[in-house]
């Protein structure tokens, strides 16, 4: 288990942008890939994004590809997200979430499910207002 605090949601309206932290506790960080899920009122958890342990390997969803980047700076024990051009259908809970580097290599990031992430941050809210 990886301690993980979101930060950095909010509202915004339509078109705007947002950056969201997830700072992570332990001297493991640089051997997690770091991903991001979301979840909006009534549907299902949603794979957005991720990032391998180097940063040399991400993958993002359709539905974000081209407005969202992630990052990940392991000297700080931080992944982020960059949210732009933010439309309404963003609005979710954004949770940040770790998966042990060692289970997952020679999986692509892309086929990775929420069950293989095992520790969750609890979340921080985006609002797109349109």
């Known amino acids: 288990q990886v301690p993980l605090v979101e930060s950095g949601g909010g509202l915004v309206q339509t078109g705007g942008s947002l950056r969201l932290s997830c700072a992570a506790s332990?001297?493991?960080?640089?051997?997690?890939?770091m991903g991001w899920f979301r979840q909006a009122p009534g549907k299902e958890r949603e794979f957005v994004t991720a990032?391998?342990?180097?940063?040399?390997?991400?993958y993002y969803a359709d539905s974000v590809k081209g407005r969202f980047t992630i990052s990940r700076d392991n000297a700080k024990n931080t992944a982020y997200l960059q949210m732009n051009s933010l439309k309404p259908e963003d609005t979710a809970v954004y949770y940040c979430a770790t998966a042990d580097g060692t289970v997952v290599a020679g999986h692509p990031l892309g086929t990775l499910q929420s069950t293989d992430f095992g520790s969750w941050g609890q979340g921080t809210q985006v609002t797109v207002s349109s």
């Open positions: 332990g001297r493991t960080f640089s051997s997690y890939v």
């Open positions: 990032i391998s342990w180097s940063g040399s390997n991400t």
